[in-house]
């Protein structure tokens, strides 16, 4: 008898058994035959990558170039990652070693064992043994180490290669070639359902981004520029990660541009879900200097149903607060059933500039399909976050570093309760830190007391208010 027929079982079978196959194996089955080839392109090109990158670019327009490829696209990840400009050698060497230090640090990592090439031992025995000295004065033996690297094999093409990705990343972006391709290709995936921002290279802790014995590049995921990085190149920066980085308010505004111009509309938004970065606040003025930028927002994003958003702004930007867009921006998405703002603070300010009246207006306003809800970072009074929980059937809240202007913790943690009868899911975290200014209760006493988890018992099961015991 011959092996296994696979291929005679039923397509839903095989497309479920597929789904759980890697895409650099779904390449091979896709030249099995025919139906393996149609049922393969669903897992396949489900995700779809994009970046100011010449790689990235071409396979983008060859997937949306096939009827059968674009078709299968639900996804698309915009890596927002850059190369760093005006990045001396000597700079790039301290990066790299930090970058290394981590990876021969790793639990799973088991060493370079095939080839010996002295050039790669010589870099990660370096970083393993003096790694933690680039954070501070290094040692006599450290530097003399150091100063030979700078001539390390391994080292230099890595520096070559870096630069040579700066002046391609920046004349890619500065002819427009990028947003043509984006516009161009937005429009013809009819299928199109999410839109991921995402800057982060790291891989999860099981996953190497390369065969450990080789040191040949084996990333499970990420673009296809991303999986074929070398692991000892240092790799690209997070791009937005200052709430005044006008590049990172630029790429953002790509995104948002073309998918306006394309007149793609989207149902999910994530901007960094993996990570801390955020989006300038100032993405979101509604001065007269970016109104088009606006009106590319509320054409973009008005039939979103899900929205992750980071926001960040330091204390020297609050004076933008009155011309701040968020508002109208938020109030657009009639079909929002997910929400979750994320307010950050780059500075040591103690009181969030970010106001309930300037995220959600003056006016109540309420979505009608809003079911799941995560708030951080906002001040508020009382009435104002009450009255936005009672207004929706949420089943799903999280609520993290809410300062309150005006009210007391003990009764709004048993009001909201009253607010949430159909509540399944509740989280709450460090709301009464002294991060924001409120001084009726400190991190440790927060961490001592458990009152994460009592909280949240409370909320959801009933019982004495664990904030009454204080």
């Known amino acids: 008898m011959g092996g296994p027929q696979c291929i005679h079982l039923p397509n839903e079978v095989l497309t479920l058994v597929f789904a759980y196959v890697y895409k650099s194996d779904l390449k091979s089955i896709r030249l099995v035959s025919r139906l393996?080839?149609?049922l393969a392109c669903v897992p396949l090109f489900d995700r779809v990558y994009i970046s100011p990158r010449t790689e990235d670019i071409e396979v983008f327009r060859n997937i949306v170039g096939s009827y059968h490829c674009r078709s299968a696209i639900k996804e698309l990840v915009y890596d927002t990652s850059h190369f760093d400009e005006d990045v001396q050698k000597d700079e790039y060497l301290s990066r790299l070693v930090r970058q290394t230090f981590r990876?021969?640090?790793r639990e799973d990592w088991v060493g370079y064992?095939?080839?010996s090439d002295p050039q790669i031992v010589e870099l990660l025995n370096f970083a393993e043994e003096f790694g933690l000295q680039e954070h501070r004065q290094p040692s006599a033996l450290a530097r003399e180490q150091?100063?030979?690297?700078?001539?390390?094999?391994?080292?230099?093409?890595g520096f070559h290669y870096f630069c040579e990705n700066v002046d391609t990343e920046r004349s890619i972006l500065d002819c427009g070639e990028f947003l043509a391709s984006l516009c161009i290709g937005l429009a013809s995936l009819c299928n199109l359902e999410r839109v991921i921002i995402d800057d982060h290279w790291e891989v999860g802790h099981n996953d190497l981004p390369f065969n450990p014995s080789l040191l040949a590049p084996m990333r499970p995921s990420g673009s296809p520029f991303a999986r074929t990085w070398h692991p000892l190149f240092l790799q690209p920066s997070r791009r937005m990660q200052y709430c005044g980085d006008i590049d990172g308010i630029m790429v953002y505004h790509t995104?948002?541009?073309a998918l306006s111009?394309?007149?793609?509309?989207?149902r999910e938004l994530y901007v960094y879900p993996s990570c801390f970065s955020s989006v300038p606040h100032l993405a979101y003025r509604a001065d007269d200097g970016i109104r088009p930028m606006v009106v590319h927002n509320l054409n973009a994003f008005r039939r979103l149903q899900v929205l992750h958003l980071p926001i960040s702004v330091s204390s020297h930007h609050v004076s933008y607060g009155t011309s701040f867009g968020i508002h109208r921006f938020l109030t657009s998405m009639e079909a929002l059933r997910e929400l979750d703002l994320h307010f950050d603070i780059w500075d040591d300010s103690r009181m969030s500039p970010f106001s309930f009246k300037k995220i959600f207006g003056e006016t109540e306003h309420t979505w009608p399909h809003l079911t799941s809800l995560a708030l951080a970072g906002i001040r508020t009074e009382d009435h104002e976050l009450l009255r936005l929980l009672k207004?929706?059937?949420l089943r799903n809240v999280k609520l993290c570093d809410i300062t309150l202007t005006k009210g007391y913790w003990p009764s709004m943690i048993e009001n909201v309760r009253l607010c949430l009868p159909g509540i399944e899911v509740f989280e709450i975290a460090e709301p009464l830190g002294d991060y924001l200014g409120s001084d009726f209760m400190d991190l440790k006493l927060w961490t001592r007391k458990n009152m994460k988890a009592r909280i949240e018992k409370y909320i959801l099961h009933g019982g004495p208010n664990p904030l009454r015991d204080l």
């Open 113 to 115: 064992t095939e080839g």
């Open 36 to 38: 393996w080839g149609a």
């Open 261 to 266: 111009l394309s007149k793609r509309s989207i």
């Open 103 to 105: 990876l021969v640090n």
């Open 255 to 257: 995104m948002v541009r």
């Open 391 to 393: 207004s929706h059937s």
């Open 146 to 157: 150091r100063s030979r690297l700078l001539n390390n094999d391994i080292v230099n093409r």
